[in-house]
């Protein structure tokens, strides 16, 4: 299992940017297939962005071009970069592994003001 701690989150006008960091323990993370997940309220969780082990990412329609993911292998760190903000962003968001069962950090919450 690999224990994770999500930070950066906050409060950002639309048209905004914010940067959001996962900390993960153990080297298995760096073979991990890694993604940011979202929970906006009264709606199931999302998966938005994802990494592969060799750096090959992937995003959902909602957040192409504006999101983009990275991780740092070496020091079991991944990272979201935000932009352009809107108001449909806001959400707890969470990272994970991708089609892995891994428990669920407590996430960072986003809030997007319009």
């Known amino acids: 299992q690999v224990q994770l701690v999500e930070s950066g989150g906050g409060l950002a006008q639309a048209g905004g940017s914010l940067r959001l960091s996962c900390a993960a323990s153990?080297?298995?993370?760096?073979?991990?297939?890694m993604g940011w997940y979202r929970q906006a309220p009264g709606k199931q969780r999302e998966l938005v962005a994802s990494?592969?082990?060799?750096?090959?990412?992937n995003y959902a329609d909602s957040v192409k071009g504006r999101f983009t993911i990275s991780r740092d292998n070496k020091n079991n760190m991944l990272y979201l970069q935000m932009n352009s903000l809107k108001y449909e962003d806001t959400a707890v968001y969470y990272c994970?592994?991708?089609?892995?069962?891994?428990?669920w950090g407590q996430g960072t919450q986003v809030t997007v003001s319009s």
């Open positions: 994970n592994a991708v089609n892995r069962d891994n428990p």
């Open positions: 153990g080297s298995i993370f760096r073979i991990l297939a």
């Open positions: 990494i592969t082990s060799g750096g090959s990412t």
